[in-house]
Nanobody, 124 residues
Framework: QAHLRESGGGLVQTGGSLRLSCAAS????????MGWFRQTPGKEREFVAL????????RYADPVKGRFTISRDNAKNTVYLQMNSLKPEDTAVYYC?????????????????WGQGTQVTVSS
């Protein structure tokens, strides 16, 4: 049974940094695309960043470009999201997800595996 578990969320001041981790278990995600999404109450889940496990190629949503960096550690089967220069509008529950198509996919409906989410709160 594939399982994704996020960690690293918390409360940080504007301009601060956090690193989220997504530990994958239960199967190999080699050949998958791993994504980070976020959601605030009353809004749809939105794409943040993705990385193709095989090639390492990445894509970012415009609001986070230049501030967030997604990476992976093959040996640890873990994906990271380094978030710098955080803003109050980055406050959300952040979810890790995986899709088996190994493509550049920003729609959450493409992703078949999801973690439980981790709260990120940026105070002003």
């Amino acid at each position: 049974q594939a399982h994704l578990r996020e960690s690293g969320g918390g409360l940080v001041q504007t301009g601060g940094s956090l690193r989220l981790s997504c530990a994958a278990s239960g199967r190999s995600f080699s050949g998958y695309t791993m994504g980070w999404f976020r959601q605030t109450p009353g809004k749809e889940r939105e794409f943040v960043a993705l990385i193709r496990w095989s090639s390492g190629s990445t894509r970012y949503a415009d609001p986070v470009k230049g501030r967030f960096t997604i990476s992976r550690d093959n040996a640890k089967n873990t994906v990271y999201l380094q978030m710098n220069s955080l803003k109050p509008e980055d406050t959300a529950v952040y979810y890790c997800a995986a899709n088996s198509w190994d493509t550049i996919a920003t729609m959450p409906t493409i992703y078949g595996y999801w973690g439980q989410g981790t709260q990120v709160t940026v105070s002003s």
